[in-house]
């Protein structure tokens, strides 16, 4: 099944770094073949690289193309998201953990000189 749909991106950020990585992690958990287009642009949408470079910020128009047994399903996910029905902040539970402590200078300290070994 092939399932194409414009899409004008409302949520608030656009697609820069998190939500596109938000958008990457959703496209990943289905299977099927995922491409964005922006004007003559065209990238993978299970790529974080290729969905930055597509520079689509709130307001840009896009194209969704999804191929596979779940595409109708995944187009209509990721237009949901775009949309701003869902927001970013609910899925701060699939993004990646990462700790990190900082000085009281403000300088970041590494794993290795906190001791901390389960980073």
């Given at each position: 099944?092939?399932?194409?749909?414009?899409?004008?991106?409302?949520?608030?950020?656009?697609?820069?770094?998190?939500?596109?990585?938000?958008?990457?992690?959703m496209?990943?958990?289905?299977?099927?073949?995922?491409?964005?287009?922006?004007?003559?642009?065209?990238?993978?949408?299970?790529?974080?690289?290729?969905?930055?470079?597509?520079?689509?910020?709130?307001?840009?128009?896009?194209?969704?193309?999804?191929?596979?047994?779940?595409?109708?399903?995944?187009?209509?996910?990721?237009?949901?998201?775009?949309?701003?029905?869902?927001?970013?902040?609910?899925?701060?539970?699939?993004?990646?953990?990462?700790?990190?402590?900082?000085?009281?200078?403000?300088?970041l300290?590494?794993?290795?000189?906190?001791?901390?070994?389960?980073?």
């Amino acid at each position: 099944m092939v399932v194409e749909r414009k899409i004008v991106i409302k949520n608030k950020m656009g697609l820069h770094a998190r939500p596109a990585a938000i958008f990457v992690q959703m496209a990943n958990k289905f299977d099927c073949e995922i491409s964005v287009k922006r004007g003559n642009q065209q990238v993978n949408g299970k790529s974080i690289m290729g969905i930055l470079m597509l520079a689509a910020g709130r307001g840009s128009k896009i194209l969704i193309k999804a191929e596979g047994l779940d595409a109708e399903a995944a187009v209509n996910e990721l237009e949901r998201f775009l949309s701003g029905e869902l927001d970013d902040t609910l899925f701060r539970d699939i993004m990646p953990k990462t700790k990190k402590d900082v000085s009281s200078k403000g300088k970041l300290i590494s794993a290795e000189e906190t001791g901390d070994k389960d980073v």
